[in-house]
């Protein structure tokens, strides 16, 4: 067996020496290392989250819009989201219109194409269903079309999901993106 250096190692590989179980050692403490360990990288993560500039969340998603970026007449944004909870979700790209970029003059750009790893998807109706494990970073990139070079400054991103069965939707809004110059 392998044990991480912790204070739970530590008592774990002790106890085993003196002849007491792992599982024994476990009951004795009331915690399990995993719950230690998750609740130190909740609080890295999220400590990591309040680092960076635009955080949102709502009940299944917490996810932080790293950049936008041009790309000729395009903006390319890329937001990393980390689940709630294990789940499979939908996250909406061209279909229903949803998932959108909002400039400062009022101006709207539907999103046209939609990458979650090595997927992609693009067009009026494109979306992506993916396994989002508890916790795990997961980078999504977002094309916009047909954005003027004269446009620099957006005032929200909407990024949409829907659950597995399409009907419960959500969403997340990030706020007073700039593009870099």
Do not use: P, Y
């Given at each position: 067996m392998v044990y991480r250096t912790s204070a739970f190692g530590l008592l774990?590989?002790?106890l085993l020496v003196s002849g007491v179980?792992?599982?024994?050692?476990?009951?004795?403490?009331?915690v399990r290392e995993s719950q230690v360990n998750d609740g130190i990288n909740i609080r890295r993560d999220t400590q990591l989250l309040a680092q960076r500039g635009n955080v949102n969340e709502n009940k299944w998603f917490a996810g932080v819009l790293q950049s936008c970026t041009r790309v000729a007449?395009?903006?390319?944004?890329s937001v990393v989201v980390r689940s709630t909870e294990d789940l499979t979700a939908y996250v909406f790209c061209g279909a229903y219109n949803v998932t959108?970029?909002?400039?400062?003059y009022g101006n709207v750009y539907p999103c046209v194409q939609i990458?979650?790893?090595?997927?992609?998807?693009?067009?009026?109706g494109s979306e992506l269903s993916s396994r989002f494990p508890q916790g795990t970073p997961v980078k999504v990139i977002l094309t916009f079309n047909n954005v003027s070079n004269q446009v620099n400054e957006?005032?929200?991103?909407?990024?949409?999901?829907s659950g597995g069965d399409r009907t419960q939707k959500e969403f997340l809004r990030f706020?007073?993106?700039k593009l870099p110059s």
């Open positions: 774990a590989l002790t179980s792992v599982s024994a050692s476990q009951r004795m403490t009331g007449k395009s903006v390319k944004c959108r970029l909002f400039d400062i990458q979650i790893g090595n997927q992609k998807s693009e067009g009026d957006f005032d929200t991103l909407e990024l949409h999901f706020k007073n993106i």
